[in-house]
């Protein structure tokens, strides 16, 4: 009988921890999810379209860089189908007994420009030059010496005249004439002779050329 009271008293004592301490913790629960706040709304619609332009920057980035990607893969097949034909090019030159190489390169270059200035001594003409010449020299004013540059563009003269004045008089008429440019009167002595002696250089232009 006595353990039958202690056994109903212990149980009592239980129930009525369990029951305090159920209580005891309900006092510091906080339930937020029947609250309603206008202001998030605002926000959480930001963050889904700022979520949604993420999503749609990344496949952008992806789609381009596929893009690129392709496009690298073409042009290495070109640069290798180059490489190959720049390959069968030397090998049929080699067996031509053609030198291709890159010293044989450099000299057909400054082989092509000798070529070049001698195709333009060829088209150059003495006989115009000289009547072109002629208009511009002064009376009293004599040339002993023409010499012309590789490519006849560039004239350098020598002579002799009565004055300086005369000089001056003949790089003036070249300075005015159609086909001589910049004329510049290099130096001028006088001589024994008594006579001013003069060297001039000035541009030349072709008529035609």
């Known amino acids: 009988m006595a353990l039958t009271r202690l056994w109903g008293t212990w149980l009592a004592e239980f129930l009525e ?3 305090s301490r159920h209580h005891a913790g309900r006092q510091f629960e906080i339930n937020l999810s029947s609250r309603y706040r206008v202001e998030m709304v605002t926000y959480r619609t930001w ?49 031509e007994g053609i030198d291709l190489s890159e010293g044989a390169l450099r000299r057909l270059s400054s082989e092509v420009d000798l070529a070049n ?16 010449l002629e208009q511009t020299i002064p009376p009293r004013l004599a040339l002993t010496s023409i010499r012309l540059d590789q490519a006849g ?48 250089t000035v541009q030349y232009r072709q008529t035609g050329v």
């Not at 381009?64 to 640069?79: K, P, R, V």
């Not at 003409?125 to 072109?132: M, N, Y």
């Open 17 to 19: 921890q369990i029951r």
């Open 47 to 95: 963050l889904m379209w700022g979520c949604i332009g993420l999503l749609l920057s990344i496949v952008w980035n992806i789609w381009q860089g596929g893009l690129i990607y392709q496009e690298s893969q073409i042009i290495a097949a070109e640069l290798e189908r180059v490489r190959q034909l720049d390959n069968s090019v030397m090998d049929q030159a080699k067996n």
């Open 117 to 132: 200035q001698l195709l333009e001594k060829r088209t150059f003409s003495w006989t115009t030059f000289l009547t072109e």
């Open 153 to 200: 563009k560039t004239v350098q003269l020598t002579g002799t005249a009565i004055n300086l004045e005369e000089v001056t008089a003949f790089t003036v008429g070249l300075e005015n004439h159609a086909t001589f440019k910049n004329p510049v009167l290099a130096q001028h002595r006088v001589g024994s002779s008594g006579l001013v002696e003069f060297d001039v």
